[in-house]
Each structure stands twice: as structure tokens, then as C-alpha cells.
């Protein structure tokens, strides 16, 4: 049975506390936080834990420092972040559709963002922060289309997955008729960024991604009652006040601009905003969105993921996006063959 504490402040507020959700999100931000330690000593120069630490905390001699600083700890940030970002949008997309399936790679907004950058790469042979922003700008509008396309008295469940998916159609095909338009040099570059990887990422993509957010997090938490109520139905939800439209097409862009700048960050890497939500709720056990819980899980598993690429398959260091793919791809087969038995699909 759940235990809810509800600690009262001296002005007499009150804030209800979900004892088991709390200790799943600590939990799973330590073992965030230790799985970036070992990440960060995981290399050709391996170093300890401890002197990962001592190093993060001024010390270590200029050697270690300049190889945690300025080669790995950009890298895990980074991943923290895409992983955060997936794991918040796939929460909320999968809310607002009350579906399990309701996710950015199921909707085809990954696919959008990869042809936003084919875009650039193929026919402008534009930079990496050109790229990022084809990424960002395709994720947009990919995100636009479903809402146009998906409307009707509002945006609803079922109908936002099947158009998504005829929307992720159309996408695939758009970036394969790209892909045999491209030279040998460009066809290479942009094979390798729709896989999704972290190597190679410095700063330059962890500020732009930590002010997106810095501004989109605060504002999704802040709309968590609003959303937990249209997940009991419209009606329940405006008879207590709630402007379901305006949450719902608030939270939507929010959930949109997260899984763009993630790809833009590090390209389409897949499942993560899918497995973290539900594996979140399920181990919460709690009714609701789970947003904190969904955010801190996909960080979790995509520097778990990144650590595996390195260091389970030997000599050959796979992207991130490859070993997300194959754990999320079973876990996607999984869910389908468990909800065709629930009668629900």
C-alpha cells in the first residue's frame, strides 16, 4: 500500500507527497548520477571513480582534468539532457494521447527532425550548428502538422497515434528520397547523425539544450495538475476548472520543442521517450503523468546506454541510438502483445 504525506508549511500550504514515487525519482537520480561518474572514467585512459570525483571537485592532476572536463563530462551532460528531454516529452505526448504508443518516435517527430537535417546536409551542405537547427526546425514542424492534421473538437488519443504514424510514413520516405540524392560525403554524414550518438559533443550542444530546459521544464511542472486532470476526461477536467485546450496545446508544444532540441543535440536517438515513461509508472506505481519520475528514468537510461555502446560489444563502440533502438524495439513488441491481450489494441 502507498504511504501519501502531506507536510503542512507554518503559512499553513500544504504539499501532497507520493512516498514511494519520491524514493523511485532519488533512487533513480543516484543511479543517474553514478552511472555519469563511470561513463566519465570509461575510455582509452580509464580512470576510478574516485578520481573521476576528486577531479569534478577541483583536484586530480591537469591531465585528468582536461580529459573529465573538456573531453567527457560535455558528453554525459549532453546525454543527461537528451535523456531527460526524451524521457519529459514521451511522458507528455503518451499523457495527452492516453496511450502507451503515444510517443515522439511513434508520432514520427524523430523522423521529422532527421529531415530537417537532410535537408540541410543534403542539399546545403550546411554546418553542425546548421544541422541542429534543420533538426529543430523539422521537430517543429512535424509537431505543427499532427496537431493540424490530428484536430477535431480537440486533439484525442487514437487519433493523434494514427495520424502521427501516417505522418512518421511520409517523413521516412521524404529522408530516403533525400539519401539518394546525396553525394558519397553527405550520404556518410547524414547516416551517421540519424543513428543518434553522443560522440564528439562539447559544449556547444549542451548550453543551447539546458536553456531550452531551463525554460520548458519549470513550465510543464507547472502545468502537472491541469494535465492529470484531462487524463479523467475532458468534462471532469473543465468542470474543475481546467482550460483543457490551452494546457493541452501548451504542453504539446512543450513536448515538441523537448524532442527536437534532443535531436538536434544528438540526433534521433530512439525509445527512450517511449520505455522511460512506462517504466517510470511502473515503478511508481502511481496514477498520473509521472513527469519527474519519466524525466529522471530516461536520463538514467541513456547514459546507461551509452556506457553499454562503449564498453558490452569490445573493440566496437556502437552509437547510443543502436543500443536504444534494440532495447527499445523489445520493449516496444513487448508492450504491443501485452495490450492486444488487455483488449485494448
Known sequence: MKTIRIPRTPA???????VRACTVVALLLAAALAASVVLIGTGDFSIPAGDVLRTLLGGGDPGQRFIVTELRLPR??????????????????????RNPLGSPDVLGLGQGSTAGALVVIVLFSGSATQVALGALA?????????????????VHGYRLVLVGI?????????????????????AARAVVWMTGSLNGRDREQVWPLLALCAVL????????????MTEMGDDVAYALGVRVERVRLLLMVSAVLLTAGAAAAAGPVGFVALTAPQLARRLTRSPGPNLVASMVMGATLLIV???????????DQLPVGVVTGVLGGLYLLWLLVTERRAGRI
Do not use: E, M
Open 12 to 18: 499553513g500550504l500544504s504539499v501532497r507527497l507520493d
Open 166 to 186: 501516417g505522418v512518421c510514413a511520409v517523413a521516412t520516405a521524404v529522408n530516403g528520397y533525400l539519401l539518394t540524392k546525396a553525394d558519397l560525403v553527405d
Open 217 to 228: 521544464v519549470p513550465l510543464v511542472l507547472g502545468q502537472a495538475r491541469g494535465l492529470r
Open 76 to 97: 554525459v551532460l549532453v546525454g543527461l539532457l537528451v535523456g531527460a528531454s526524451l524521457g519529459l516529452g514521451g511522458a507528455l505526448f503518451q499523457s495527452i494521447s
Open 305 to 315: 546506454a551509452d556506457w553499454a555502446s562503449q564498453r558490452v560489444f569490445g573493440a
Open 138 to 154: 523539422g521537430g517543429l514542424a512535424t509537431g505543427l502538422a499532427i496537431h493540424l492534421l490530428a484536430w477535431k473538437r480537440g
